[in-house]
């Protein structure tokens, strides 16, 4: 299998990740040129369909969020645009863990726009609508799009995290154009009501500073890391540590309060985990908390996301003691930093 059009993936680390650059001849007269690049996980758009119309959770949706925007970010400084984000080219990276963009075959130096039709349905900028609708007509933009493409893109994205809804019809409407801002309240407002307790507001704020009509309004990217959405300590979700693959394995539903308490029966249990463990991949390290936070979950961790995410396969139901193990993955930062989430099942 090889790629027609490059897919570049840039991290956060402001690098893109390329393992190679190679050359199939399917006939003698016509070179493919490929490029190898690292193998990503699940995409945004596969978790919206996960979240069964109920939107991500907030710890979800910051991450994505400033991901994208420090991606985006280090894109516009270079000078260059995206020009077709949407949630299936944002994809997760378990070994970096960190969501990555992908597909840049729309891309464009900005100033000198070669595309002529950029940004997919549903998630394209009213100036590019514009240029494209001109495009088809066989006329001539008399401005070109620019960076402020991807902020509008990234503000549907979010917005659809957060709904759990598509709003390709609603950005369409004669009602989103008359008054989206409106339109973003309602959503948010009923919200709201199914979890009132979510600090949802700077969220809201920050969608509808890249969904203003006039693209020089729109935040840039930069800024937009600095709204006070960031700030918010979220925690994940058990239904994200079950989405997002990482280094690390937690279990749950294996030690109860005879083990802990009893430091024989404890040491036993542990290098029994440990064994069971390591027959995915080598351990780099194992901790099972005796108090809270984490009290009884054991945490694994394993060199690569790939040995984590066979274990997590295989260990999620099976018996231990009479209960089912439950495996999820834990953010490699966090159990670094020895954060651990007390999450309820």
């Known amino acids: 299998m090889f790629?027609?059009?490059?897919?570049?993936?840039?991290?956060?680390?402001?690098?893109?990740?390329?393992?190679?650059?190679?050359?199939?001849?399917?006939?003698?007269?016509?070179?493919?040129?490929?490029?190898?690049?690292?193998?990503?996980?699940?995409?945004?758009?596969?978790l919206l369909l996960y979240s069964s119309h109920q939107g991500c959770s907030m710890w979800m949706i910051q991450h994505c969020a400033r991901d994208v925007l420090e991606a985006l970010a280090f894109l516009h400084h270079e000078g260059y645009v995206h020009a077709d984000l949407k949630p299936r080219n944002i994809l997760w990276s378990a070994e970096n863990e960190c969501f990555k963009l992908i597909d840049f075959g729309l891309s464009f130096k900005e100033g000198n726009q070669d595309v002529k039709y950029i940004q997919t349905d549903g998630y394209r900028a009213p100036e590019a609508e514009l240029q494209n609708c001109l495009a088809q007509a066989g006329l001539q933009s008399d401005t070109e799009c620019?960076?402020?493409?991807?902020?509008?893109?990234?503000?549907?994205?979010?917005?659809?995290?957060f709904s759990g809804m598509k709003l390709k019809h609603t950005v369409r409407s004669q009602e989103w154009k008359a008054n989206s801002s409106a339109i973003i309240d309602h959503i948010f407002a009923s919200k709201a009501v199914v979890n009132a307790a979510i600090p949802a507001y700077h969220l809201r704020d920050l969608i509808k500073s890249m969904l203003h009509d006039d693209p020089s309004r729109r935040i840039p990217a930069e800024m937009a890391l600095c709204s006070p959405f960031f700030s918010i300590p979220f925690a994940p979700h058990i239904e994200d540590l079950v989405m997002?693959?990482?280094?690390?394995?937690?279990?749950?539903?294996?030690?109860?309060?005879?083990?802990?308490?009893?430091?024989?029966?404890y040491e036993d249990v542990v290098e029994d985990v440990k064994e069971e463990c390591q027959k995915y991949g080598p351990v780099v390290s194992l901790l099972v908390p005796k108090e809270n936070p984490g009290r009884?979950?054991?945490?694994?961790?394993?060199?690569?996301?790939?040995?984590?995410?066979?274990?997590?396969?295989?260990?999620?139901?099976?018996?231990?003691?009479?209960?089912?193990?439950?495996?999820?993955?834990?953010p490699l930062s966090a159990y670094k930093r020895g954060y651990l989430y007390q999450t309820l099942l």
């Open 3 to 46: 790629l027609t059009r490059p897919k570049v993936c840039v991290d956060l680390n402001r690098r893109v990740t390329l393992y190679g650059v190679f050359t199939i001849h399917f006939s003698p007269n016509v070179p493919s040129r490929c490029l190898l690049l690292e193998l990503l996980d699940v995409s945004v758009s596969e």
């Open 146 to 161: 620019t960076s402020a493409v991807d902020l509008w893109s990234l503000g549907i994205i979010l917005l659809e995290m």
């Open 244 to 265: 997002l693959p990482t280094p690390v394995l937690r279990l749950l539903n294996v030690l109860d309060d005879d083990y802990l308490e009893n430091e024989e029966e």
């Open 296 to 330: 009884g979950q054991v945490f694994v961790e394993y060199a690569n996301a790939g040995d984590s995410k066979a274990a997590q396969k295989l260990l999620t139901g099976r018996m231990f003691d009479g209960k089912f193990v439950v495996a999820t993955f834990y």
